[in-house]
Every structure is written in C-alpha cells, then in structure tokens.
C-alpha cells in the first residue's frame, strides 16, 4: 500500500488530569487503521498517528484518581504537534493562571493542523485567547465557567462534539466521541466506524 502519511498526536498531560479526558482520545487514534481489521493492528503499516503525550515538565505527572503517569516528553523536548489535545480536569484550575502553559498551547496553535479539547481543557484554550468569536463546549458543570472567561464565546449546551475551527467536546467521555469525529473528518466516515468498532463503541449521532 501507498506509505502512509503519519500525523504526530499531542496530547497533554498534568497532574490531576481525568485519566479517560487523555486516555479516550489515546486510544482512539492510536487504534486507528486505515486497513480494518484485527491483524492490521498488530503493527504501524496503516496507522495515520502516531501518539505520544507531553506534560509542562520532566518527571511523573498524577492523574485523577491516583493514576501515575509518566509522560513520553515535556515543553522542552516535544517533537512537532500536527494534532494538539488539551484535555480536562480539576488540574485546570492552577493552570488558568500557567502563562507557561497558556504560551505553550498559543505556540501550538500557530503550526498545528488540528486544535481539540476534552472537557474543561477548552477553559484552558479560552484562557490562551483561542475559542474567541466561536462556538464551543465543555463539561456540564463548567458552561457557565466558559462563557464567563469571554464573552464572545457560543457556548453550546447540549452538544457532545463542537467544530468551529477548533474542535471541543463535552466532559470525560465525550472525548472519545471527539477524536473519531477527528479521524472521520481527516480519514472519513468509514476509518472511523471501523476504529469505533474495534474498540467496540457505540458511536452517538454527530455534533455540530
């Protein structure tokens, strides 16, 4: 088969990030093949991502939960970001006011293909200046939150998935949700059925 064209997946890590806000999206592209079936999964042949996670700093980051994790690089050492993920979390609070990682997301912005968030990672991307004048989501509990870090924002209130240039999503579970709308959008619908029903999800009807 044609080689195929591998776009690198960032995804960010930090303590007291929700474990599934990271690991749904993790697992979603990096189970995804372009040639369906069990067996292609048993090597890279056909993955279009590949995925790895960063964090602000060197060392074990502690997810929500406990979870220990060690992330593949930090800041100072990422490769090159086609996909960002900013994921969700009570650790979002200390970082609405972490100009480092606000600049951090910024940079990223300028030269990835594709900016996502997962939960209340998108208070994060309203932080650093980047959901102004679009629609946009989050989790349940954090949509007043949203709109009140700017103004010029349409919150969307019943949506899981939201595409206005930047791609959010809904809380926790919903970035599943997200990041096979992603990998339709880059690879169509049937690639992304078919990675749906690999992992064995049910997919929800699409978002707006």
Known sequence: MTPVRRRNVG???FDNVEVLDFAGP???FSRTR?????????SDDSAPFHVFTVAP???????????????DHDF?????????????GFGTRLLLANETVLEWIRQQSVTTEVMTSVC?????????GLLANRRATT??????????????????RELRVVDDGIV????VSAGIDMALAVVESLHGRQVADETAYYIEYRRTAPSG
């Open 11 to 13: 995804i960010l890590v």
């Open 26 to 28: 993790f697992e979603v």
């Open 34 to 42: 372009l040639v369906p079936g069990v067996e292609s999964r048993r």
């Open 57 to 71: 700093g060197p060392g074990q980051i502690t997810a929500t939960g406990g979870l220990r994790v060690v992330p």
């Open 76 to 88: 100072a050492n990422a490769p090159h970001v086609d996909l960002l993920v900013v994921p969700g």
């Open 120 to 128: 209340t990672g998108s208070l994060l991307l309203a932080r650093a």
């Open 139 to 156: 989790h349940w509990s954090s949509l007043d939150a949203l709109a009140a870090l700017d103004a010029s924002i349409t919150v969307e």
């Open 168 to 171: 959010t999503s809904a809380g």
